[in-house]
Nanobody, 126 residues
Framework: HVQLVESGGGSVQAGGSLRLSCVVS????????MTWFRQAPGKEREGVAT????????YVAASVKGRFTISRDNAKNTVYLQMNSLKPEDTAMYYC????????????????????WGRGTQVTVS
C-alpha cells in the first residue's frame, strides 16, 4: 500500500520561506516521478514542480521559477519543495503526487496522470 505524507506547511509572512517534505512509503521501486501540486480555494489544481527520483531531472513551473526548488533524498524516500520569497498568491493546499508509469513531458502537470496522492499540507502567506 503506497502512501505519501506531506509536512512542512504553515503560515508565513510574505518574503518568508518554507520547506515541504513528502515521504513515500510502501513503494518498492526506486524510480518514479514525484510532483508537487497546489490548489487554492476556487481554483484548479496546478502543477508546481516535478522530479524524477532516479535521474534527478526536475522542472519548475514558470509561476514559481527562481523561488521554488524541488529535490529528493532517495535514502530517505523523501521529496522536498523549498519555497523562498513566498507571496500571498502562493497560498494554497500543497499536494505531492506519484506517478508509477512514465509520463510524457506534456503531461507532467496533468493531475489525472498521477496514481497516488498525499492528503496535502496547507501553506498560508500573508
Amino acid at each position: 500500500h503506497v502512501q505519501l505524507v506531506e509536512s512542512g506547511g504553515g503560515s508565513v509572512q510574505a518574503g518568508g520561506s518554507l520547506r515541504l517534505s513528502c515521504v513515500v512509503s510502501g513503494y518498492m521501486y526506486d524510480s518514479f516521478r514525484m510532483t508537487w501540486f497546489r490548489q487554492a480555494p476556487g481554483k484548479e489544481r496546478e502543477g508546481v514542480a516535478t522530479i524524477l527520483t532516479r535521474s534527478g531531472y526536475n522542472y519548475v513551473a514558470a509561476s514559481v521559477k527562481g523561488r521554488f526548488t524541488i529535490s529528493r533524498d532517495n535514502a530517505k524516500n523523501t521529496v522536498y519543495l523549498q519555497m523562498n520569497s513566498l507571496k500571498p498568491e502562493d497560498t494554497a493546499m500543497y499536494y505531492c503526487a506519484l506517478a508509477a508509469s512514465p509520463i510524457r513531458v506534456s503531461d507532467e502537470f496533468r493531475p489525472s496522470a498521477y496514481n497516488v496522492w498525499g492528503r496535502g499540507t496547507q501553506v498560508t502567506v500573508s
